[in-house]
């Protein structure tokens, strides 16, 4: 099936240093999302992207949307502690149609020393 | 505003038996998509409702069912349980409202039930 690749696949940082996580796919996809879990959860959507080259902010975060649309990334600025969880990717394949139908990349963990 | 509502929060079943887990999407939602998520993985989609009908299924058995009811919640069913049915399974709705065309959706997830089949 289709797959997404999402690395790196654990982090551990100190309180203040930016994070960089990226997913990449070999098919083409309408859509990026970018959703962060905690323990006993459900994922939180942090930005969503729908356009080939966009960059959108919430906060400290930034994610791309890859000019190839294959691949996407997300940037946390001046982590913080709360920041500590699973992020995980997840696209909607062209032609899919709006079915609902996420891939989800195998998730990032970070942790982040104070 | 209630954003979505899955129940029941865990569940213990045995090899073997049935379960339904419901959900309630979030407030002007109207469309449900369900997903199963093992230990360590990302999700993985089941299908998904709108309109009452379900509308795409990923690779899973008919042994998974769902329903959507007119108020927009739904319903998933699981026959014949197996071990590695136990997973976290979790529910996200989003709004279709009968729009077309190649723009993605936004999913909202619930926190999920989290099944053990012993």
């Known amino acids: 099936g289709q797959q997404l690749n999402q690395s790196p696949q654990s982090m551990f940082i100190q309180e203040g240093e930016d994070v960089s996580m990226n997913c990449t796919s070999s098919?083409?996809?309408?859509?990026w999302l970018w959703y962060k879990q905690d323990p006993g959860e459900g994922p939180v959507l942090l930005i969503a992207?729908?356009?080939?080259?966009e960059l959108t902010s919430n906060g400290r975060l930034t994610a791309q949307f890859g000019i190839t649309r294959k691949d996407s990334f997300l940037n946390i600025s001046a982590s913080i502690p709360s920041d500590v969880g699973i992020y995980f990717c997840a696209g909607q394949l062209k032609g899919s149609g709006n079915t609902g139908k996420l891939i989800f990349g195998q998730g990032t963990t970070l942790q982040v020393k104070p | 505003d209630a954003g979505v509502t899955q129940s029941p929060t865990h569940l213990i079943k045995t090899r073997g038996q049935q379960v339904t887990l419901r959900c309630s999407p979030k407030?002007?939602?109207?469309?449900v998509s369900w997903y199963q998520q093992a230990l360590g993985q990302g999700p993985q989609f089941i299908f998904q409702y709108y309109e009452e009908e379900e509308r795409q299924r990923g690779n899973f058995p008919d042994r998974f069912s769902g329903h959507q009811f007119p108020n927009y919640s739904s319903e998933l069913n699981v026959n014949a349980l197996l071990l590695g049915d136990s997973a976290l399974y979790l529910c996200?709705?989003?709004?279709?409202?009968?729009?077309?065309?190649?723009?993605?959706?936004?999913?909202?997830f619930g926190s999920g039930t989290q099944l053990s089949v012993l």
């Open positions: 996200a709705s989003s709004f279709l409202g009968g729009t077309s065309g190649t723009k993605g959706e936004k999913l909202f």
């Open positions: 407030s002007g939602h109207d469309t």
């Open positions: 098919s083409i996809f309408n859509t």
């Open positions: 992207l729908y356009k080939a080259g």
